[in-house]
C-alpha cells in the first residue's frame, strides 16, 4: 500500500540529495511534510568564496520550489498539476520551480518544470479557453541535468525572467502598443548554455515608452526549443578554384547538416550522414533561391553548376532527377545571361 507522507519525504530527500554537493545551494528550506498551501519553500542561491558562510549580504536570490513525488510511472516526461495550485501560484508568488519526483519500480526519477509568470498566465488561458473545466492540467517536465550546477544555472535565468515578469509589466501584454522587435532573453554560462535554453525560452516585444523615452521589455510568449544547431564557418570551392564563405549547420537531434552558400545564403544543401554504413550520405537535397541583382544571381547559379559538375555521380535511380535540375540551373543561367546583357542597352 503506497504510503502518502513517505512518497512526499522521498521526494524531497531527493531534491536534497541531487544538490548536495553544490556548496553555494541550501535547500534546508524544503520543508518536508509542509503545512503550507501552495509552495513547498524555497532553495537559496548564494554568492560565495571559499569557506565563507551563508549570510544575508551574499545571498543572490531565493528560488520558490514544489515538490510532488509519485509511484507511478511517468511517460513522455508528462505530469498533471491541479489547476488550483496554477491560480494560487499566479495569485501568491511571482514564478516557481516545479519538481516531480518518480520512485516507480524503486527507481528514482527527477524532474523539472520552469514556471515563470508568464507560463502560468498562458497554462491558465488555454484552460479558460476549454470547452470543459479542469480540475488538472497535464505539462511537459524535463529531466534534470546530470549537473545540478546546470540547473542552478537554469534558476539563474529564471531569477532574472521573474524579474522582467512581474505582474504590472506583464499586465501590460494584454495592452496593444507599437512593437519595434521581439526579442528572446536568456541568462546563462556558456557551459550551460544548451542546457538552460532546451527548458525553455521566453520572448519580448520592445517598446517605446512615451513618458521616458526608453525601450521597455513587455512580455509577449513562451517557446520550446525545437533542437540546437552547432555552426561550422568556412569555404567551398569549385572544380576551378574559385571559393565563397560558406556555414554548416548540423542538428544535434538528428544529425541533418545544412551546407549554405551564396549571396544571403540562396544556396542550401543538405543532407544526413549514416551512421551505420559505408555509404557516406543518405540523401541530399539541393535548394537554390535566388537572391539579390541579376548579376549576383547569375554569379551564384554559375558557381553552383561548376560545384556540381564533380567527378562525383548520383546513383541511377536519381540520374533524371540530377540532369533535370542541372538544366534547369542552365536554363536560368541563359535567361540572367540574356536579361544581363539587355540591360547593357
Given at each position: 500500500m503506497v504510503n502518502p507522507?513517505?512518497?512526499e519525504e522521498q521526494a524531497v530527500?531527493?531534491?536534497?540529495?541531487?544538490f548536495d554537493a553544490v556548496d553555494f545551494v541550501d535547500t534546508s528550506k524544503i520543508a518536508i511534510n509542509d503545512k503550507e498551501p501552495g509552495l513547498d519553500g524555497v532553495i537559496d542561491v548564494y554568492s560565495v568564496k571559499d569557506s565563507e558562510q551563508f549570510s544575508k549580504s551574499n545571498l543572490k536570490f531565493s528560488m520558490p520550489v514544489q515538490v510532488k513525488g509519485t509511484t507511478k510511472?511517468?511517460?513522455?516526461?508528462?505530469?498533471f498539476v491541479q489547476v488550483v495550485d496554477l491560480s494560487f501560484y499566479q495569485k501568491h508568488s511571482n514564478g516557481l520551480v516545479y519538481f516531480v519526483v518518480s520512485t516507480f519500480n524503486h527507481e528514482r526519477r527527477i524532474l523539472f518544470r520552469k514556471l515563470a509568470p508568464l507560463d502560468i498566465k498562458e497554462i491558465l488561458e488555454k484552460i479558460q479557453l476549454g470547452k470543459e473545466t479542469q480540475k488538472a492540467k497535464t505539462l511537459s517536465f524535463t529531466m534534470v541535468p546530470n549537473d545540478p550546477k546546470a540547473l542552478i544555472n537554469i534558476f539563474n535565468d529564471l531569477h532574472a525572467q521573474q524579474e522582467r515578469q512581474s505582474r504590472n509589466v506583464l499586465d501590460l501584454s494584454e495592452i496593444e502598443c507599437p512593437t519595434e522587435e521581439i526579442v528572446a532573453k536568456v541568462t546563462s554560462r556558456p557551459k550551460y548554455l544548451e542546457d538552460t535554453i532546451s527548458?525553455?525560452?521566453?520572448?519580448?516585444?520592445k517598446s517605446l515608452?512615451?513618458?521616458t523615452g526608453k525601450n521597455i521589455l513587455i512580455p509577449y510568449s513562451s517557446g520550446k526549443v525545437a533542437d540546437i544547431f552547432e555552426l561550422e564557418s568556412g569555404v567551398i570551392s569549385d572544380r576551378h578554384g574559385n571559393s565563397l564563405t560558406s556555414k554548416i549547420y548540423t542538428s544535434k537531434k538528428t544529425g541533418q547538416k545544412e551546407l549554405l552558400f551564396g549571396y544571403?545564403?540562396?544556396i542550401k544543401i543538405s543532407w544526413t550522414p549514416k551512421q551505420k554504413s559505408n555509404v557516406l550520405l543518405e540523401k541530399v537535397?539541393?535548394?537554390?533561391?535566388?537572391r539579390g541583382d541579376f548579376s549576383q544571381r547569375l554569379?551564384?547559379?554559375n558557381f553552383l553548376l561548376e560545384y556540381l559538375r564533380t567527378p562525383t555521380k548520383p546513383t541511377s535511380k536519381e540520374v533524371e532527377k540530377w540532369n533535370s535540375f542541372i538544366d534547369a540551373l542552365t536554363q536560368q543561367e541563359a535567361r540572367l545571361r540574356a536579361i544581363i546583357e539587355d540591360l547593357k542597352y
Open positions: 507522507k513517505k512518497t530527500n531527493a531534491i536534497k540529495f541531487y510511472k511517468i511517460t513522455n516526461n508528462k505530469h527548458s525553455g525560452v521566453y520572448f519580448y516585444r515608452d512615451s513618458v544571403k545564403d540562396s537535397q539541393i535548394h537554390f533561391t535566388p554569379a551564384d547559379v
